[in-house]
Structures are given as structure tokens and as C-alpha cells.
């Protein structure tokens, strides 16, 4: 059993090493569901961190299904990453009607290699996730990233434990949202390689003046004065739980 942070900051990628997190999956765009983070961000934690890294590839929030541009950006962005000496990649692709975009896909792995290749929650909102599963097998990403097409992974249990079953070892399979110590040991029941979730924490940023009536953003889903970080605590204590329950890493 792996467990994977999804962090969007050095600060958070520490923490995650620090609390004995296998990997770090490294975003930008928290409030967008994780776009590629910068090539800044990408350098600097690949220089703090001892740990698996891999680096979220995905050029907008929205939709996942690009067009040629889109996808040169991912192209480049690729290979920035395995400049850096990044261990992994995340992206994921679909077609307008919701089934996996394989030519794209499977183009993409071939140039990450030999980065490794997780095939993120676009499968969530795949058509058949089935027939997904079976597309991305075809693709050779080795690892598919899944809340079972629920909003939470504990919601989606019932399918990712279907989806370990019908893959047969043939790719990975790692739930994530919503994941948390309380809810640990069960999704590990399913059968799922790995855990992957952020383990967050909230606190006020260091700024004491707050000028009123501006914002950075024209949708606030969040207070603009918050720090959204991942706190060791939280993956020390979803890790001592596995460990509990005598969950194999």
C-alpha cells in the first residue's frame, strides 16, 4: 500500500516527505482541481525531496478533453519534467463523448518514458469506466487515480474494488478524495495499490492588512487570506492507522 500527497507547495512536499508519505503528486491550481504547477515549484522540489515525484500535466482547469494546442503544451510541459528529473507524470484524456482519448494517451506515455504515467480523475467522469479501464491498460500508463466515480473515494468503494478486481494486476489502481485516517483501513480493504489524498490543513497567511472590497479572483470559493497546506499530522496519522490495521506497504 502506497501513499501518495497531493501537495501544491515546497512547504506542503516537505511535510509529506517528513511524515513518511511514499510519493509527492505536485499541482498548481488548487481551486481548479490541480493544473501543471510551475516549472519553479517543479525544480525546487525536486531538489528537497528524496521521495517519488510526480507532476500534475494539465494545461487549464475544466474539461479534459484538448485540443492541438492544448496538447503541445502538455508535450513541452512533459518534457520539462523529465529535464528536471521528475519520476512521474499525471495527465488524462478524454473524447468529447466521455471515453478515453487512447491515440492521445498512449502518444503521451511513449514520450514521458521512462517517467511513469498515472492516468488522474478524468477516468471519474469517463462514460464506462469499464471500458476505461480497459482503454488506459491499452495506453501503458502504469497507474489510474480514481474516487470510483463518486464524489469520495468511500462513496465510490464498490467500484474501485470492481475495477481492482477486473484490472488483474495489470495496472494500479489508487483511491483518492476524501481520503483521510478515518476512512483508511476500509478503502484499503477494496484492494487498491494506493491512498492518495492531500491531508489538509487551513491557516491565516502572514498578511495582517486585508484591503476590502478586491479580489484576485471573479469566483471565490475560498477565503483569499487562507493558507491551504498539507499537514504532516494528518499523513502520520492515516500511515500509523494502515499500520494498525496491518496493511502491507
Do not use: W
Not at 82 to 99: N, S, T
Not at 117 to 123: E, G, S
Not at 141 to 152: K, V, Y
Not at 234 to 240: T, V, Y
Request: hydrophobic fraction near 40%; include cysteine; charge should be negative.
Amino acid at each position: 500500500m502506497q501513499v501518495e500527497v497531493c501537495a501544491f507547495s515546497i512547504e506542503s512536499c516537505l511535510n509529506a516527505q517528513q511524515a513518511g508519505a511514499h510519493r509527492v503528486e505536485l499541482c498548481g491550481g488548487l481551486y481548479e482541481g490541480g493544473t501543471t504547477p510551475s516549472y519553479g515549484l517543479i525544480q525546487r522540489a525536486r531538489s528537497v525531496l528524496s521521495i517519488q515525484l510526480y507532476v500534475m500535466i494539465r494545461p487549464r482547469g475544466g474539461d479534459f478533453c484538448y485540443n492541438e494546442e492544448e496538447l503541445e503544451v502538455m508535450r513541452l510541459d512533459i518534457l520539462a519534467a523529465k529535464k528536471r528529473g521528475v519520476d512521474g507524470v499525471v495527465f488524462g484524456l478524454l473524447e468529447p463523448d466521455g471515453r478515453v482519448d487512447i491515440e492521445q494517451t498512449k502518444a503521451l506515455v511513449a514520450l514521458a518514458k521512462p517517467m511513469g504515467v498515472t492516468f488522474h480523475r478524468a477516468f471519474d467522469v469517463a462514460s464506462d469506466p469499464l471500458e476505461a479501464l480497459e482503454a488506459i491498460i491499452e495506453t501503458g500508463a502504469e497507474r489510474i487515480l480514481t474516487s470510483g466515480q463518486q464524489n469520495t473515494a468511500i462513496e465510490g468503494k464498490e467500484l474501485i474494488g470492481q475495477l481492482v478486481e477486473k484490472s488483474k494486476g495489470r495496472i494500479e489502481i489508487m483511491a483518492g478524495s476524501g481520503v483521510n485516517a478515518d476512512n483508511a483501513v476500509l478503502l484499503a480493504k477494496t484492494g487498491a495499490n494506493a491512498l492518495h489524498l492531500t491531508g489538509k490543513a487551513v491557516r491565516q497567511g502572514a498578511m495582517t492588512y486585508h484591503k476590502q472590497g478586491v479580489s484576485m479572483a471573479s469566483v471565490l470559493p475560498a477565503d483569499e487570506h487562507e493558507i491551504i497546506y498539507t499537514n504532516e499530522a494528518n499523513i502520520k496519522r492515516l500511515i500509523e492507522r494502515l499500520g494498525e490495521e496491518k496493511v502491507n506497504f
